[in-house]
């Protein structure tokens, strides 16, 4: 796919699509963004030591490095899956910033990331196990339980398939006990849709440039 490396007002690189006229993160700050919907309002509400944690949309390895950043700071094991149907060529991922703007000590950590060979576990850190699949997570058979969901694919305007009842209750059969899933879409028809599937489903302030974000819970 055809994509413009942007940068958002927090300094942190993000990715425009013009096929679709969609970016993968806020114009208002990618670091931002993430920080206020997976971190404080994800992360934050799991206060297990193991965390087996979903991402839907692995795309710029953002949401992926903060969570290392935190299973380090935090000593928490994690074992991290995420689906992504069209993985970022090497071209792209080596010019994010993050890194630099997080910690660049951790440098070799977010190309690891990238690196890491595709439908296999890889141990990033002694903290933080990566498995990256590369799959439509419309029709993708889960085989896990997870403690915590980071719903992040494209808009429910660009990718409505996405966001139906039925992905939600594929994740809710697949959750443990108590677990989060946190998306930063607080659309009525989405909010409706997590519900449905049978999570107990709030609505919370977004971060900076959005007015409300959803919390759902097992």
Not at 31 to 36: A, D, L, R, V
Not at 50 to 66: D, P, Q, R, S
Not at 188 to 193: F, K, L, N, Q, Y
Request: charge should be negative; charged fraction near 30%; hydrophobic fraction near 35%.
């Amino acid at each position: 796919m055809n994509t413009q490396l942007k940068t958002t007002l927090d300094g942190s690189h993000t990715l425009y699509l013009p096929a679709i006229d969609e970016c993968y993160h806020s114009q208002n700050g990618a670091i931002q963004e993430s920080e206020h919907i997976f971190m404080k309002t994800g992360w934050k509400s799991c206060e297990k030591s193991e965390l087996k944690i979903l991402e839907i949309g692995f795309g710029t390895g953002l949401n992926a490095f903060l969570t290392l950043l935190k299973a380090e700071k935090e000593r928490k094991k994690v074992f991290y899956t995420a689906l992504e149907l069209y993985p970022l060529d090497e071209e792209i991922t080596r010019k994010l910033n993050y890194f630099e703007l997080l910690d660049k000590n951790r440098k070799a950590d977010f190309e690891k990331l990238h690196s890491a060979m595709w439908n296999e576990k890889t141990e990033i850190t002694p903290f933080f196990t990566l498995e990256k699949i590369q799959a439509d997570f419309t029709n993708y058979e889960l085989n896990d339980l997870y403690d915590l969901f980071y719903f992040d694919a494209f808009s429910p305007e660009k990718q409505p398939e996405m966001w139906s009842q039925e992905c939600f209750e594929n994740l809710y059969v697949h959750a443990n006990p108590d677990a989060v899933l946190v998306t930063y879409c607080a659309k009525g028809v989405v909010r409706r849709a997590i519900q449905s599937a049978g999570f107990k489903v709030e609505r919370l302030p977004g971060p900076i440039g959005k007015r409300e974000i959803l919390r759902a819970k097992k």
